[in-house]
């Protein structure tokens, strides 16, 4: 069902104002093959919470709602479990626990849709939903079909995949439909994560329960909930920079937090740079970075797309000046 000027305030979870000209929402696969959709321009919404909505959006938003998760199979190795694109990714988590199907533990409480998760290859406390992904499927606007991709196909990377190497996450091009997760029997607790370590220290053998309970403490403590302080998560991306850049740095900083990568660069903590360039708490206007974790832009009530963009933009000029880092947002802007 088509609705005209739809406010999509409560569509994002940074809660900044702004109509789509058209609205569907989407509670099937087939409702995909509607001609209509694929003559329009098209934005593919999920949960909404890694999005910048800039204003007013001139085409077609399209809101996966698609429900249903069940086990679609098993062998000797592993539980396959499928998620519609609708289903929310915390619930999601929980009930693969309850079925005794461990695995996703370390992803829970991230906001967002099942559906969208391998956009961003959404990860957190060590672990990265593109390691449990199996496949999915996803409608062709193009094609005017489903399609399947495998793992393989989804080139996974940090916070990267195929949908956004190819700009589909703009274009509209595939909706993603359902997801599918390997989940393998001989499950081993994913504990490496400095913070999570910390938090379960006098746990000797933590379950995935433990593990899930832990996240959830830890998250809470560190992140705003969006429902009281809209926001989007982190902001920007960890940046990933040569080793010798990050030598460099070093020598200047002693403190500099640094993750070296099997490709011998280095990944670098946004949220430590932001957070040394004096933006901890600060706000410019109505968008600030919050109080306990740097990396997280936050509304702080009555929020414009504008506003953002001028906090981000202020943001990244002072950690570049401070330290020659160019932050990249995490989000999608729209
Ligand atoms: N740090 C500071 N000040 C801050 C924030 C962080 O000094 O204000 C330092 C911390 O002390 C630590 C380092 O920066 O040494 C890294 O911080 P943290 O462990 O909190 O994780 P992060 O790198 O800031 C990433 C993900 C999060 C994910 C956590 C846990 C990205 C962009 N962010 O944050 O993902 O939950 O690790 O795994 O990779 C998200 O993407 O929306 C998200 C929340």
Redesign the pocket.
């Known amino acids: 069902m088509l609705r005209r000027d739809v406010d999509l305030t409560a569509c994002n979870t940074l809660a900044l104002p702004g109509q789509a000209a058209r609205y569907a929402r989407i509670d099937s696969p087939e409702q995909l093959g509607d001609p209509e959709h694929a003559r329009s321009r098209r934005f593919i919404l999920g949960g909404g919470s890694n999005l910048v909505l800039t204003g007013d959006f001139d085409g077609l938003v399209l809101h996966m709602a698609i429900p249903g998760r069940r086990l679609a199979g098993e062998d000797a190795d592993a539980w396959y479990v499928e998620a519609g694109a609708g289903e929310n990714w915390h619930d999601f988590v929980q009930w693969t626990l309850a079925q005794g199907w461990p695995g996703l533990e370390n992803l829970s409480l991230i906001p967002g849709t099942a559906g969208a998760a391998p956009i961003q290859n959404?990860?957190?406390?060590?672990l990265e939903a593109g390691e449990r992904i199996h496949s999915l499927t996803a409608f062709d606007f193009s094609a005017g079909r489903l399609v399947a991709f495998s793992r393989g196909d989804c080139r996974f990377g940090y916070?990267d995949s195929i949908f956004k190497q190819e700009g589909w996450h703009l274009s509209g091009r595939f909706a993603i439909t359902a997801v599918t997760f390997r989940l393998p029997k001989a499950w081993a607790p994913v504990t490496g994560?400095a913070?999570l370590a910390r938090e379960l220290d006098g746990t000797s053998t933590p379950s995935a329960r433990d593990i899930a309970d832990a996240v959830v403490r830890l998250?809470r403590r560190?992140?705003p909930d969006p429902v009281e302080i809209p926001n989007a998560?982190?902001f920007?991306?960890?940046p990933v920079v040569d080793a010798a850049t990050a030598e460099a740095l070093l020598a200047v900083h002693p403190a500099l937090?640094r993750y070296p990568q099997a490709d011998g660069r280095v990944k670098l903590?946004?949220?430590?740079l932001?957070?040394q360039a004096g933006w901890?708490g600060r706000n410019l206007g109505p968008v600030g970075m919050y109080e306990k974790?740097?990396?997280?832009l936050v509304n702080r009530g009555g929020a414009r797309g504008i506003d953002v963009q001028r906090t981000m933009s202020a943001v990244q000029a002072d950690v570049l000046a401070r330290f020659g880092v160019q932050l990249t947002p995490?989000p999608v802007f729209l």
Do not use: M, T
């Not at 959404?122 to 060590?126: D, W």
């Not at 974790?293 to 997280?296: G, H, I």
């Open positions: 959404i990860g957190a406390y060590g916070r994560y913070d998250r560190k992140l998560g982190s920007f991306h960890n937090p903590a946004a949220g430590w932001i957070d901890k974790q740097a990396l997280v995490e």
